[in-house]
C-alpha cells in the first residue's frame, strides 16, 4: 500500500495557488499532515480524494494514477471530510446503509458493518434517530463511521477532530491508530496534539508548500536543547514574541512565564526546557526560525 | 441612525452578493438582448388584436420595455430573488445577525431593499440597452423623462412588490420551497392575466390605466377602430406586417396613478415588516406554526440550521441527551469480507427511500390519491395536469440536495457517483410513471412516457449545473404551464394535447442529452 505524489500542484480559476510542487509518499502508518490555516492541507486531501484534479503532477496509489483511474482510488478511500455533511430526514442507520449501497457493499455486509461501526463510534442507542437532531460530535462520528464502510485501505481524515469533546478527541486517536496498523492513515490537522502521540510521520505544510517531513521524534530532536522557560514583565512580552517563536505563555507573580525556541540563551534568567512537537512546529513555521539543521 | 445604518449595509451586503454571483452577468446579457428586441421590434404591444401599434416614440417603446421588464420580473423576478434566508443559513451568518442587536424589520427591510434593487439593475440594463440602440440606430437621443417615467410607474413597484413578496413565502411556514414556488407562478400568471378581463382590485402592471391612455389617443385617429379589451404585448419571432400606427406621448400622470403606484411600493414594505412575525429569526426550534411546514423542506434551505424544519421530532429533543458516552477505548473494527461492486437495484432502493423519506405524509396521501385517480379515470386531462405538478419537491431535489445537505464529498469519492446520478434520475422517472400509470396504460396516452423520462432528466441536469432548485422550477413551471396545463400541443410532454411527432422527438432526445450531461459531467476540474 503505497500513495505517491508527485510535484503535485493546484491553482484554482481565481488565480490562488492551493497547493505548490508538492511531492510525498506515504506508506502504512498514520501520518499527520500539519500547518496552518490556508496552508493547503484540505485542498491536498481533496486532490487524494480524487475530489479535485490537479493542475499539475501526479498522484498514484500502487503505481496506478488515481486522476486517470479515480475508481482505483475510490474503491480503497475512506474520506471524511472537514465539513461533513448528511441527508437530516434519514436515521443513522439509513444514512449509513444509503452510502454503502453507494460504495457497493451488498446488503446483508453493509448490515453487518454499520452494526460493527455504530458500536465502534458508540453510537448504537442512537441509531434510529433522525440526523437532523444530532449534535456536531455526534455528526462526526457518523462520518467516521461512512468513512470506514468499505473497509478502506487509505483513510483520508480532514481535521476529524473539530466538534468533538476532549473524551471523544482521545477515543478517535486510539481508533485511528488502531487503524493504522494495516492501513495508511493520513490525518490533517492543524492541531499538533492531535498527531503528537500518534503519527509515525508528519508532512508540514505552509503556503501551498511541503515544508518538511519527518517523524515526530526526528523534529523534537531539531529543537532539542533550544528550548527555553524564563519570566518577562507583563509588558515585554509582545517585543519577545516578536524576536522568538513563543509556544506556551502562563501567567506567574512575577509576569508572564514564557516557553520558546531560541538558538542561543534568550535571556540571563532563561533556563533549557523539555522539547515538544508544538516547539518544533512553531519553530518551523516561524518567519525567523532558529538555525534548524 | 443606528437602525438606518443596519438597514443600509443589509441591503448592500444582500446587493453585493447577488452583484458578484456570475449568473449576473448572464441574467445582465439576457437583458440587453430584451432591450434590444424592444427597439427591432421583435417585443412589441399592439391594440385590436395586432393591428395598431403607436409611433415609435421614446415615450411608447419606454412603455413597451418597462411593460415587458415587469412582466418578467413578475414571473420570474421571484425565482431570482429568492431563498435569501436560506443563503444566509448556509453562508452560517445566521447565527451572527440572529445575536446581534439588528431588529428583524430592519434585516428584512435590508434584504428588501437588495433584492429590490437587484431586479432594478436588470430591468435598468435593459432600459439603458433600449436607450442606447435607441441613440444610435432609431431617431436619436431619447428624453431621459420618456424612458424613465414608465420605468418608474411601473417598473418600480413590481420590482418591491415581488421581493417583497419572495421574503414573505421565505418567512412562512411551508411556502419557502417548492410548494411556494408553484403557488407563487400560478397566482402571478392570474395577476398578470386579469386585468385583462376587466378592472381588477391589483392591477401591478397598471395595464389598464396604459390600454385606457393609448386607445383614448387611438381613437382620436382612428373613431372607427374595432379595439379588444386589452393590448397585447410579447415576443414575437416574425413580423406584424404593417401595423397602423397613432401618436401617443405617454400616460398622463395624475395624482391618483402616481398614489396609487407608490401604494404598492408602501405596501410591499408593510407586507416585509409583517413578515417579521413568522420569520422567527434562525430559530432552530421554531414556534409551532412554523414546525407545520416541516416536511415541506426548501431545498435551498441548509438542513443544518434549522434541523426542525426537516426533523423536528428529532430536534425537540437534546441532541444528547440519550446517547452513552462512548468507552475510552473503540470496539475492534475487523476487516471487510464483502466484495465491492455495483448493484443497480441496491442503489435505486437505497436512493428512492432518501427521496421519498423526506417528503411529508400529506405529499405520499396525495400522490396516492393521483395515481388511484389515475387509473380511475384514465382519459381526464385535469387530473394528468395535476398529476405532473405532484412530484415537483421530488424532482427539484435532484442533484441538488447533495449540494445543499454537504454530502457532496462523500457521493462523489463513493466507489460509484454516476450510477448515483443514474439511480436518483430513475426514482424520479419511477414516481412520474407512477402518477401517470393509469392515464399511460389504462387510457393510452403513451405520449406521456416522454414526460416520464425528460422532466427527471430535465431537473438532475438543472441542478447538477445550478447548485439550486430554482432553476429548474422556473423552467418547468413555464413549460408546464404552457405546454401541459394550456394544452399547446407543440411543448406538450405530458399527454395531454396529442403532441406531435416532432414535440415527442425533441423532448426524447433532450432528455437523453440532459442525462448524459448530469451523469458524465463532474465537480472536479
Avoid at chain 1, 469533546?165 to 490537522?189: G, K, N, Y
Avoid at chain 1, 505563555?249 to 512565564?257: I, K, S
Avoid at chain 2, 436518483?424 to 402518477?435: E, K
Wanted: hydrophobic share 50%.
Amino acid at each position: 500500500m503505497e500513495l505517491h505524489i508527485d510535484n503535485v500542484s493546484k491553482t484554482y480559476a481565481d488565480g490562488t495557488r492551493a497547493v505548490r510542487d508538492v511531492s510525498l509518499t506515504v506508506s502504512e502508518g498514520l501520518v499527520g499532515l500539519l500547518g496552518p490555516n490556508g496552508a493547503g492541507k484540505s485542498t491536498l486531501m481533496q486532490l487524494i480524494a480524487t475530489i479535485t484534479k490537479p493542475t499539475a503532477g501526479t498522484l498514484r496509489w500502487n503505481g496506478t494514477d488515481i486522476v486517470d483511474h479515480p475508481a482505483t482510488m475510490r474503491r480503497v478511500l475512506g474520506y471524511l471530510p472537514q465539513d461533513v455533511g448528511m441527508y437530516p430526514e434519514l436515521t443513522a442507520t439509513e444514512f449509513l446503509d444509503y452510502m454503502a449501497a453507494l460504495k457497493g457493499l451488498p446488503g446483508d455486509a453493509a448490515r453487518t458493518r454499520i452494526d460493527t461501526l455504530l458500536d465502534v463510534v458508540g453510537l448504537q442507542d442512537a441509531r434510529d434517530r433522525s440526523l437532523g437532531g444530532f449534535s456536531g460530535g455526534m455528526r462526526q462520528r457518523v462520518g467516521i463511521a461512512c468513512a470506514l464502510l468499505n473497509d478502506p485501505d487509505l483513510l483520508v481524515a480532514d481535521e476529524p477532530t473539530v466538534g468533538l469533546d476532549p473524551a471523544e478527541r482521545v477515543r478517535f486517536r486510539t481508533l485511528l491508530t488502531d487503524l493504522a496498523e494495516d492501513r495508511v492513515v493520513l490525518l490533517s490537522t492543524h492541531i499538533v496534539s492531535d498527531v503528537e502521540a500518534t503519527a509515525t510521520r508528519l508532512a508540514i505544510m505552509d503556503d501551498g508548500r511541503l515544508a518538511t517531513t519527518s517523524s515526530p521524534e526526528a523534529l523534537i530532536d531539531r529543537v532539542r536543547d533550544r528550548v527555553w522557560e524564563w519570566v518577562v514583565p507583563r509588558g515585554e512580552l509582545s517585543p519577545v514574541r516578536d524576536r522568538y517563536p513563543v509556544t506556551k505563555a502562563t501567567r506567574d507573580p512575577n509576569g508572564v512565564r514564557v516557553h520558546a525556541v531560541a538558538a542561543q540563551q534568550p535571556d540571563a534568567d532563561a533556563s533549557p526546557a523539555e522539547a515538544t512537537l508544538e516547539d518544533a512546529y512553531l519553530a518551523l513555521l516561524s518567519d525567523s526560525p532558529p538555525s534548524l539543521s | 441612525m443606528t437602525a438606518v445604518r443596519a438597514w443600509l449595509h443589509t441591503a448592500l451586503s444582500d446587493l453585493r452578493a447577488r452583484l458578484r454571483d456570475r449568473r449576473f452577468l448572464l441574467m445582465m446579457a439576457a437583458c440587453i438582448y430584451l432591450g434590444h428586441s424592444v427597439l427591432t421590434g421583435r417585443i412589441e404591444l399592439t391594440l385590436g388584436g395586432r393591428t395598431y401599434r403607436g409611433v415609435e416614440n421614446a415615450a411608447w417603446m419606454g412603455t413597451v420595455l418597462s411593460l415587458s421588464a415587469a412582466f418578467l420580473l413578475t414571473v420570474f423576478g421571484f425565482y431570482l430573488v429568492r431563498g435569501v434566508l436560506a443563503r444566509d443559513r448556509q453562508a452560517r451568518t445566521a447565527p451572527l445577525v440572529a445575536s446581534s442587536p439588528v431588529r428583524s424589520v430592519t434585516y428584512l427591510l435590508g434584504k428588501w431593499a437588495g433584492g429590490t434593487v437587484f431586479l432594478l439593475l436588470l430591468a435598468g440594463s435593459m432600459a439603458l440597452s433600449l436607450a442606447v440602440l435607441f441613440a444610435l440606430d432609431g431617431p436619436g437621443l431619447p428624453a431621459p423623462g420618456a424612458i424613465l417615467t414608465p420605468f418608474l410607474l411601473v417598473v418600480v413597484p413590481v420590482a418591491a412588490a415581488v421581493t417583497a413578496v419572495a421574503l414573505a413565502f421565505e418567512c412562512l411556514p411551508g411556502l419557502g420551497g417548492t410548494v411556494g414556488g408553484v403557488l407563487y407562478f400560478m397566482g402571478a400568471v392570474a395577476v398578470v392575466t386579469a386585468p385583462a378581463f376587466g378592472p381588477v382590485p391589483l392591477d401591478l402592471l397598471s395595464m389598464r390605466a396604459f390600454h385606457d391612455s393609448m386607445t383614448e389617443a387611438l381613437l382620436q385617429q382612428y373613431p372607427e377602430a374595432d379595439l379588444g379589451p386589452m393590448f397585447t404585448f410579447g415576443y414575437f419571432r416574425d413580423a406584424a406586417g404593417e401595423l397602423k400606427v397613432f401618436p401617443w406621448d405617454g400616460i398622463a400622470l395624475t395624482a391618483d396613478l402616481v398614489a396609487r403606484r407608490a401604494g404598492l411600493v408602501l405596501g410591499s414594505a408593510v407586507l416585509v415588516a409583517g413578515a417579521a412575525l413568522p420569520f422567527g429569526r434562525f430559530d432552530p426550534s421554531p414556534a409551532w406554526w412554523a414546525q407545520m411546514g416541516a416536511g415541506l423542506p426548501s431545498s435551498d434551505e441548509d438542513p443544518s440550521g434549522p434541523a426542525a424544519r426537516d426533523t423536528p421530532s428529532a430536534s425537540a429533543a437534546s441532541p444528547d441527551s440519550s446517547v452513552a458516552e462512548p468507552p475510552s477505548r473503540p470496539a475492534s473494527l475487523g476487516r471487510l469480507s464483502a466484495s465491492l461492486s455495483l448493484r443497480p437495484l441496491r442503489l435505486f432502493l437505497a436512493e428512492g427511500r432518501r427521496a421519498l423519506w423526506q417528503r411529508s405524509w400529506t405529499w405520499h396521501l396525495g400522490a396516492l390519491a393521483l395515481i388511484g385517480a389515475g387509473w380511475g379515470w384514465p382519459t381526464h386531462t385535469g387530473l394528468l395536469v395535476v398529476a405532473w405538478l405532484w412530484p415537483m419537491p421530488l424532482w427539484s431535489d435532484l442533484g441538488v440536495r447533495e449540494t445543499v445537505c454537504r454530502v457532496a464529498p462523500l457521493v462523489d469519492t463513493a466507489l460509484y457517483p454516476r450510477a448515483q446520478r443514474v439511480a436518483a434520475w430513475a426514482v424520479g422517472s419511477t414516481v412520474a410513471f407512477a402518477l401517470v400509470a393509469g392515464p399511460v396504460l389504462w387510457g393510452g396516452q403513451w405520449a406521456a412516457l416522454v414526460g416520464v423520462f425528460f422532466v427527471p432528466a430535465l431537473a438532475l441536469a438543472a441542478g447538477r449545473l445550478s447548485h439550486s432548485p430554482r432553476l429548474f422550477e422556473i423552467v418547468y413551471l413555464v413549460l408546464w404551464y404552457i405546454g401541459v396545463a394550456n394544452q399547446t400541443a407543440a411543448l406538450d410532454f405530458g399527454g395531454v394535447a396529442q403532441a406531435p411527432t416532432a414535440t415527442l422527438l425533441g423532448y426524447s432526445v433532450a432528455a437523453a442529452g440532459l442525462l448524459a450531461a448530469a451523469v458524465l459531467w463532474s465537480r472536479s476540474s
